[in-house]
């Protein structure tokens, strides 16, 4: 079993800047693959950035050029920054794992809430 557990969220203007964080512990050797993912109500959650175990990315159109995933091992977190932030980046940001690369992503975190500011 993972656990997540997101952090860095907040409000903040149009153009600023936030990082997320999102810390894992537990079967930390079984995680292959991470996610971030945001949600807003009465919307389908959407997958923003992923990272690959080789550390190669990829990113949802709508965040490419603005927001960069990255990956700490010895601390085990995995890191978004988010730059050029706009109000419909507003969401609940998630993290999740997936074991095997073509596996469902699990293991869910709480999630952090972002909201920008027009």
């Known amino acids: 079993q993972v656990q997540l557990v997101e952090s860095g969220g907040g409000l903040v203007q149009a153009g600023g800047s936030l990082r997320l964080s999102c810390a894992a512990s537990?079967?930390?050797?079984?995680?292959?693959?991470v996610g971030w993912f945001r949600q807003v109500a009465g919307k389908q959650r959407e997958l923003v950035a992923l990272?690959?175990?080789?550390?190669?990315?990829d990113y949802a159109d709508s965040v490419k050029g603005r927001f960069t995933i990255s990956r700490d091992n010895a601390n085990n977190t995995v890191y978004l920054q988010m730059n050029s932030l706009k109000p419909e980046d507003t969401a609940v940001y998630h993290c999740?794992?997936?074991?095997?690369?073509?596996?469902?992503?699990?293991?869910w975190g709480q999630g952090t809430q972002v909201t920008v500011s027009s």
């Open positions: 999740a794992i997936r074991t095997n690369a073509f596996g469902p992503f699990g293991s």
């Open positions: 537990g079967s930390i050797f079984s995680i292959k693959d």
């Open positions: 990272i690959f175990s080789g550390s190669n990315t």
